[in-house]
């Protein structure tokens, strides 16, 4: 018995993102929560009038996460069958690469989002339909950040290879509290707040919910989420192509998967 | 045809590879041998242009992969034990999956001459990752062949296969390179299989050449019964030749 433990603390000993990984999900678990905790200790008349806010940010979380992961599994997976040399010895391009990535994990992210969707309905009698048009806008805003998160990680999977793998289940989670998907932006302290103005989810959340409570679209909110993709879209090609020629440097390409 | 020229590696205080220089005509295959971390897969990570080279400049077909690395690597290809192909993937799909990647016309066409050559047709439609190491290795060569290569880099081969399908393997490496305009870098540590496949060998030792020549040649030089014996005489001298 003793000897098992032994064989599991070396490991968790010897490795600082094992350790990081043990701290990391309680911290997150326990700031988003009390956020949303605060926020309807403070507002708990806020979402009365309306039914299925909080279900519908979550199935827009939801698609960001299932857009993000699968962006990254694409990668995660051909580590694990140790296919990824094979993949980067084909004559391909790293746009050719982007792009089938991308469009290959849509299509993961709707397979698994579309029964989701419709199962609402029934289940709980809310359609997220009632968004209107601007949920196409809501939904690619989300797609291309989604995305955009995929690439940083892939970077990270590129230029560090496997150990890199929890940050890809982890870095969703990371921007969560600061995404305001359950609550406004005013709930979080000004620091936080500072911050959280720099993602996009925090103007695409709080245009879901103005829609939802107000009735009413402002394409600003739209506007100004669509202008933070762009720029961390772009950075993230960077990396994605930095990480590429870096990893030729090193030698990560060589023995990945092994 | 391959041409290294002054090919140099370093990583921080590591010169990995040493200023090496070699040639590979067509219909040549050349043997790469030498003991482990001398720096056989750095030399074949750079061909593949999967590795930047500190100094030196590789050209396949007179152009520097460097520059051309897309392009040529439509005529490359590669095979090693410690690549695999995805497991869930039928031993089909994976060979589909790679003609596409390659940009292979008519695939069917591909596929059932690899099939029937390597002995894949019983086993095509079976998982990839439910065969057994022997029928791994012909998928990974069928893999490895299928955008028709005019160069081939093939590292261990027939590590690890039973003396029937390591012979298999050498059978059809031999009757390819008689049909087919292609030059092969093969890294092994299986001394028949060099001596019986290979028009000259390479020795590497700490990053560099060494010796070369044709393997009777250089059995001789040596004064050693076979290539095993050269192999180890080079690989304990301390003071290179």
Not at chain 1, 16 to 28: A, C, G
Not at chain 1, 158 to 178: C, H, K, M, Q, T
Not at chain 1, 227 to 244: D, E, H, Q, V
Not at chain 2, 196 to 212: A, E, F, Y
Request: charged share 20%; glycine share 6%.
């Amino acid at each position: 018995m003793y000897g098992l433990f032994l064989r599991h603390f070396f490991l968790i000993k010897s490795s600082f993102p094992r350790i990081l990984d043990l701290i990391y999900w309680p911290t997150i678990q326990i700031i988003l929560w009390g956020f949303i905790s605060k926020f309807f200790s403070i507002y708990s008349d806020y979402y009365n009038n309306t039914v299925g806010i909080i279900l519908t940010c979550a199935i827009l979380y939801d698609f960001l996460f299932r857009s993000s992961i699968s962006f990254n599994m694409l990668f995660l997976e051909e580590i694990w069958s140790r296919n990824f040399t094979n993949l980067f010895i084909a004559p391909m391009k790293i746009s050719e690469i982007i792009i089938s990535l991308v469009f290959t994990a849509l299509i993961r992210t709707l397979i698994g989002l579309v029964p989701a969707i419709l199962i609402t309905s029934p289940l709980f009698g809310i359609s997220i339909l009632n968004l209107g048009i601007p949920l196409f806008f809501l939904f690619l805003s989300l797609y291309i950040f989604g995305i955009t998160l995929g690439l940083f990680v892939s970077s990270g999977l590129i230029r560090f290879g496997p150990s890199f793998e929890n940050i890809a289940w982890s870095s969703l989670f990371l921007l969560a509290p600061l995404g305001c998907i359950y609550y406004p932006i005013e709930i979080l302290p000004e620091f936080f707040q500072i911050l959280a103005k720099g993602l996009p989810l925090v103007f695409i959340f709080d245009e879901t919910r103005n829609i939802l409570v107000n009735n009413f679209v402002d394409f600003g909110n739209i506007l100004h989420a669509f202008y933070l993709n762009a720029i961390y879209l772009l950075i993230g090609i960077y990396l994605f192509y930095f990480s590429f020629s870096k990893a030729r440097k090193k030698g990560s390409l060589i023995n990945m998967g092994e | 045809m391959i041409e290294v020229i002054n090919l140099s590696k370093s990583y921080q205080n590591n010169e990995a590879v040493k200023s090496i220089n070699f040639n590979i005509g067509e219909n040549e295959i050349i043997g790469l041998l030498g003991p482990n971390g001398c720096g056989k897969t750095t030399t074949i990570a750079m061909i593949l242009g999967l590795l930047k080279p500190t100094k030196g400049k590789i050209l396949i077909n007179k152009k520097n992969i460097e520059y051309h690395r897309i392009e040529l690597l439509h005529k490359m290809n590669f095979i090693s034990p410690y690549i695999e192909l995805p497991k869930k993937l039928t031993v089909k799909q994976n060979l589909i999956v790679y003609a596409k990647l390659y940009n292979v016309k008519k695939i069917d066409q591909r596929i059932d001459y690899l099939s029937s050559t390597l002995r894949l047709n019983k086993i095509l439609n079976n998982l990839t990752g439910e065969l057994s190491s022997g029928q791994k290795n012909r998928v990974s060569l069928a893999k490895s062949l299928i955008n028709n290569p005019s160069v081939l880099l093939l590292d261990e081969p027939t590590a690890s296969l039973d003396p029937e399908t390591g012979n298999f393997i050498r059978s059809f490496l031999e009757d390819y390179i008689k049909q087919k305009k292609i030059s092969i870098l093969l890294a092994s540590h299986n001394m028949e299989e060099v001596k019986r496949l290979c028009t000259s060998v390479m020795m590497m030792k700490n990053g560099k050449i060494i010796d070369r020549g044709a393997p009777r040649e250089l059995i001789k030089k040596h004064g050693r019964k076979n290539l095993e014996e050269v192999f180890l005489k080079l690989a304990r001298t301390k003071d290179e030749l």
